[in-house]
């Protein structure tokens, strides 16, 4: 199905029809306003689910960090005197230290399972929430939750690549200043290891390289940063999503690294912003609690009133920052099929606004490979 020509207007003629809106955008080629309105407009019809989601994710998250930190405590509680409570001048012996090191490695390998699995249930709920508010169809916390469960393991094996992808250029700057290092400190020696000036320029030399290897990295950041959207709409593979995310940006980089840039800073700017209100509201009950022997019952209630206050805020400011930029990035990936793959008519007759005789788009929105 293709759209009829639209005949010149002016002089006469009229002006052209303005494109379907089913949902939260008109089907055709966005403006960087249709993006941040679009944005604004599935956040709120769908801001219950969302934030149904977040909880949930996050929620269970910090559930599980909190079991492995208790799991590991019972473990090694007896050792803490051992390594702490010495007398003056007394070492801790390495039979101690080592379980305690042993049991902080493993809490901090569950926290960082737990974010990286959070974070790519977020990335999968985002791109299946804008795919229902493109077409204006509504959804539900279950049907969300079922979807973002199902498209997590692509969605994490593009979070992952892609991780692998960034750490690269990071890479190249620890190896480049680790072989400075041995190189001046190779000198050195061979100078009866009297240290030069070369050693402060130590630190200048891996600042610079750091600034050269700087766009490498945000290339490759925004060259895969539609996969997960791919990975959910298209219900593609891990793989295959970062191709079809690196052959939608070609061509389309500036742009898309812009306002993806644009809404980083701004998301990073909100929540600092609410970080700062929650501190201020927080601030003053804490320093007008008594915590003396009288009333403790009556501090205790309003400590923990306190605390969840801090908690539902730390949850708002967690669904800004892990929300609006999947979104605006899941825009970006139907802004970019639209102009390169003519997607619009794919998208009107999965609206039900067009009279074709096929009754949806093929596969998912119409692949295209």
């Not at 090694?76 to 039979?95: H, I, R, T, Y």
Request: glycine fraction near 8%; charged fraction near 10%.
């Amino acid at each position: 199905m293709t759209f009829p020509p639209v005949p010149p207007y002016g002089y006469g003629y009229p002006p052209p029809p303005p494109p379907p809106r089913p949902g939260v955008i008109p089907l055709a080629p966005l403006t960087l306003g249709a993006i941040l309105s679009g944005t604004f407009a599935a956040f709120g019809r769908h801001w219950k689910q969302l934030l149904g989601v977040t909880a949930a994710v996050y929620g269970t998250a910090l559930l599980f960090v909190g079991a492995a930190i208790g799991i590991a405590y019972a473990a090694v509680s007896d050792l803490f005197p051992a390594v702490f409570d010495l007398p003056v001048g007394q070492e801790p012996q390495w039979d101690d230290v080592r379980p305690l090191i042993v049991a902080f490695v493993l809490v901090w390998i569950a926290a960082m399972i737990a974010i990286v699995c959070a974070n790519a249930l977020m990335a999968a709920a985002c791109p299946a929430v804008i795919q229902e508010a493109v077409l204006g169809r509504p959804t539900r916390f279950g049907a969300l939750w079922r979807r973002s469960w199902s498209r997590m393991p692509a969605v994490l094996g593009t979070v992952f690549l892609t991780s692998a992808a960034l750490m690269l250029p990071f890479a190249i700057v620890l190896v480049g200043t680790v072989g400075m290092f041995l190189a001046l400190f190779s000198a050195a020696a061979d100078s009866n290891g009297v240290p030069d000036g070369n050693y402060l320029l130590l630190p200048v030399l891996a600042f610079l390289l750091a600034l050269l290897v700087t766009p490498l990295a945000l290339w490759i950041w925004v060259k895969f940063s539609l996969a997960p959207a791919a990975a959910v709409m298209e219900g593609q593979g891990a793989i295959a999503s970062m191709r079809r995310s690196s052959a939608l940006v070609r061509g389309f980089w500036w742009r898309s690294f812009g306002i993806m840039l644009l809404v980083a800073v701004a998301t990073t700017f909100v929540s600092w912003v609410i970080q700062q209100l929650l501190s201020i509201v927080a601030s003053a009950p804490i320093a007008a609690i008594d915590f003396s022997g009288d009333g403790q019952s009556a501090t205790i209630a309003a400590f923990a009133v306190i605390i969840a206050f801090v908690l539902v805020g730390q949850l708002v400011s967690q669904l800004v920052v892990s929300v609006f930029p999947p979104l605006v990035t899941s825009l970006i990936y139907v802004d970019l099929r639209i102009r390169k793959e003519n997607l619009a008519p794919d998208l009107a007759r999965a609206a039900g606004l067009s009279p074709d005789p096929d009754t949806g788009p093929r596969g998912d929105w119409g692949r295209r490979h």
